[in-house]
């Protein structure tokens, strides 16, 4: 059974970022093409024409996909596992790794102890925190939250869930029926 976050809000100028960082690439791209021609520029505009701009164009696109996947992702219950599909670095966890007495559903705004602080690997875009990230109680913890106020606490062996699901209760009903 597949259980999708509660979508974030107002992201479209992050992606209009990278749609605009890849465009100014492409031009930069051709520019540099053009004048690849000068024999004194031209080393130099020849490297970045065969690696710079597209590892950056590449990267880009990556970072775009990226964001998507984590802004669309879903935690998947399997008989043996707790299955988090939110791009890479997603983890999988064991149901025998998680403590249920003591999953509850929190707003972050109030619980200070549970804000994210430091992000060690993936999103912090406004409405869209998603990845690793350490919390304010030093817990390391994979997040999946864009509304604050509503937020499914889901503590495991190792780390801490945190996922703004759009249906939390039903969430933890159907991980106790396991």
Same mark, same amino acid.
């Given at each position: 059974?597949? +259980? ?6 107002? %992201?479209?100028? $992050?992606?209009?970022? +990278? *749609?605009? /960082?890849?465009? *100014? ?8 093409? #053009? ?6 520029? /031209?080393?130099?505009?020849? %490297?970045?024409? &065969? ?11 990556? /970072?775009?996909?990226? *964001? ?6 879903? $935690?998947?219950?399997?008989? #043996? ?12 966890? %064991? ?14 705004? #109030?619980?200070?102890?549970? #804000? ?7 999103? /912090? ?7 690793? +990230?350490?919390?304010?109680? &030093?817990?390391?913890? +994979? %997040? ?24 939390? *209760? ?9």
């Amino acid at each position: 059974m597949s +259980f999708g976050i509660y979508p974030a809000e107002g %992201l479209w100028w $992050l992606y209009a970022v +990278f *749609v605009l /960082g890849g465009f *100014v690439m492409i031009l930069g791209y051709l520019k540099m093409a #053009q004048e690849s021609n000068d024999p004194v520029k /031209g080393k130099w505009r020849v %490297l970045a024409l &065969r690696f710079i701009l597209p590892f950056s164009f590449m990267g880009l696109m990556m /970072g775009g996909w990226l *964001v998507y996947q984590q802004e669309t992702a879903t $935690l998947e219950i399997t008989p #043996q596992a707790l299955v988090i599909h939110a791009g890479w670095g997603s983890p999988e966890i %064991l149901l025998s790794d998680l403590r249920l007495d003591e999953a509850r559903v929190v707003n972050l705004d #109030q619980e200070r102890s549970l #804000q994210p602080v430091v992000r060690t690997g993936g999103t /912090g875009a406004p409405t869209l925190k998603a990845g690793w +990230f350490i919390l304010r109680n &030093r817990e390391k913890a +994979f %997040l999946l939250v864009t509304k604050p106020e509503k937020v499914l606490y889901l503590p495991t062996r190792d780390f801490v869930v945190l996922a703004s699901l759009k249906n939390p *209760v039903e969430f933890l009903e159907k991980l106790n029926e396991n």
